[in-house]
Each structure stands twice: as C-alpha cells, then as structure tokens.
C-alpha cells in the first residue's frame, strides 16, 4: 500500500467503525474455531497492535512484508518476511490470520500453499479479503490491490491446497448498498482518494453497531 495510506491505516484509525466490526468477528471465529492456548501466526499484522487484539496468551508470532509499517510498533514477536518464503519450522502452528493480504499477490495460491506447510494438520485458518471486482475503485488502487475475490473464488483457491472449509460468508452486507453508492459516486467524480474516512461519531457508532449484529448473525443464524 502507499506510504502515507500505510501510516493512517495502522496509527490513526482506533475506533473505526470497519475495524471495530471486523476485529470482533476475528475474536468471535477464533473463539469457535480455535482451541484455548493455540500457537498463532498472524500474516500481514502490520505494527502488530492487532496481535494484541486477537490472544493474550504469549504464543503470537507476526509475519509482515513491509519494514514501514513495522517501523510503527514495537512487537518483538514479528517477523519482516514474505508470506511466499516464510522462516518458520513445518507444522509450526495451531492458527492462522491472514487477513486482507491476499489480494495483494501476484499468486495467492503459492501464498495459501506456504501457509499449508507452516500450519498443523489439524490447524485453523481465517481469511479475510475485499470481494466483488465491480466494487473496484482507486482505495484498490491506494492499497496496491491485485484481486477482489468471490466466494466461490476463494473457496477453489483454499480447497486447491487441501483446505477444508468451514465457513465461508460475505461480511457488511447491512451496508454494501451504502458502499455501492460510494464507489459508484467517486467514479463519476474522479476522486483519487481512499475509503476509510473519518465519520460523525454517531454515524461510527451506528455502522459499527450494525456490523457487530450481523457477525451474530453470521455466526448463530449462518454457522
């Protein structure tokens, strides 16, 4: 991603409404999935602040490709790597993230297959990425965006190097008409800019409290 999107999205977003929804799915997948005590290694965690957010149990390791954004933390837990060539032992842990990272290979599948090796038999993995090519926009382009994926796309890639999963579901959809109408509008006005603008606090308030019904939703109703 750009240099100064980069600093925004790992210094200056605490108590966004986007992070607040996901960041409790996250806890609430790795709750269900994931046993008491696991090892985790958490891919694209950026400055790491994240890592605190997801266990506490000492057992974190962190793997991130760009020394920018590890320059703005302090974890000694976190490893500047690619995701293509990791440094750790085969079968190393119990739990992986790799969240919002794909999109931005050239190959994800040699990505997915890395994390099979470095991943126990009996292990889990949790995967986030953007979806729907036509909600493209220059956020993609900020970001340095290869893919927007499908379910069914993902699916094929995680399942191609013997992945079996879960649960696989879209997420903000309370809002996606919202978002449709956003990225419709920058298109028609040119805008060069990224989504992850600074709201009222109420409007925060209200989208985070919709994003956090819906993770209920798709894990009580869905699951």
């Keep these: 991603m750009e240099a100064e999107y980069e600093k925004k999205y790992y210094t200056g977003l605490e108590g966004y409404w986007w992070f607040i929804g996901r960041d409790d799915l996250i806890r609430k997948l790795l709750a269900r999935y994931s046993k008491p ?33 590890l320059s703005l ?11 293509n060539k990791m440094p750790f032992k085969q079968k190393r842990f119990d739990t992986v993230l790799c969240l919002e990272v794909l999109e931005h290979l050239d190959n994800p599948e040699q990505a997915v297959q890395e994390i099979r090796k470095v991943m126990k038999d009996n292990g889990t993995l949790i995967v986030s990425v953007p979806a729907f ?11 340095q965006h290869k893919h927007r994926f499908r379910i069914r796309e993902l699916r094929r890639l995680i399942t191609g190097q013997g992945f079996k999963p879960l649960k696989a579901s879209y997420w903000n959809f309370f809002l996606f008409p919202l978002a449709m109408l956003m990225k419709m509008f920058k298109r028609l006005a040119t805008s060069r800019s990224d989504d992850l603008i600074r709201l009222p606090a109420i409007v925060n308030w209200l989208f985070a409290k919709l994003l956090l019904i819906e993770n209920r939703l798709i894990l009580n109703r869905f699951c």
Excluded at 45 to 62: A, H, P
Excluded at 73 to 83: E, M, Q, T, Y
């Design 133 to 143: 090519k036509m909600l493209w926009s220059t956020h993609d382009d900020i970001n």
């Design 73 to 83: 933390g302090s974890n000694l837990r976190i490893v500047n790597a690619d995701v």
């Design 37 to 69: 005590g696991a090892s985790l290694l958490h891919i694209g965690c950026g400055n790491g602040k994240q890592m605190e957010k997801f266990s506490g149990n000492g057992r974190n390791y962190g793997l991130d490709n760009s020394l920018s954004a």
